[in-house]
């Protein structure tokens, strides 16, 4: 995703009808600059994260529109990078940032526990509703947050 930042808008409707199917929610409508927040991401993740933080963000919505405000907050909750103000979004994509080089099993470690403990805190601590949420099975979980005690 961080080659390809024009794909997230379609990303993001794709996702918002998969969602609003599989949910039964009214399919979201996210604000200019909701989405231009999602776009300006440094997704580390592959798609898998957009989803996640899209989920997040529409189970809290009482309503189908999205606000820039509701994004923002989800994004400080689940450990997403910020993205610099002061960055134009031609260099968003061609930057590397300095968290980025060290080795990639503590940045993959890092980015699972952040991912736990999002899914933790959204499920309110049900252990097998965080599995599904993170579509990984109960055993693994349970594993995940054990080898991180």
Not at 71 to 87: F, H, P
Request: proline residues 4%; aromatic residues 2%; glycine residues 2%.
């Amino acid at each position: 995703m961080r080659e390809r930042r024009s794909d997230i808008p379609a990303l993001l409707e794709i996702l918002g009808e998969e969602l609003a199917l599989n949910s039964n929610v009214p399919n979201p409508e996210l604000s200019r600059e909701a989405q231009a927040l999602l776009c300006a991401q440094v997704w580390r993740g592959n798609i898998r994260e957009l989803r996640n933080v899209l989920e997040q963000v529409v189970m809290r919505s009482e309503s189908a529109w999205i606000s820039a405000e509701q994004v923002q907050a989800v994004l400080e909750e689940s450990g997403v990078e910020k993205v610099e103000a002061s960055l134009k979004p031609e260099q968003i994509a061609t930057r590397t940032p300095e968290s980025l080089l060290r080795p990639l099993s503590s940045q993959v470690a890092e980015l699972e526990q952040r991912a736990i403990s999002a899914a933790m805190l959204h499920v309110r601590g049900n252990k097998q509703a965080a599995a599904k949420l993170l579509e990984i099975s109960r055993a693994t979980l349970y594993e995940r947050l054990q080898n991180n005690a």
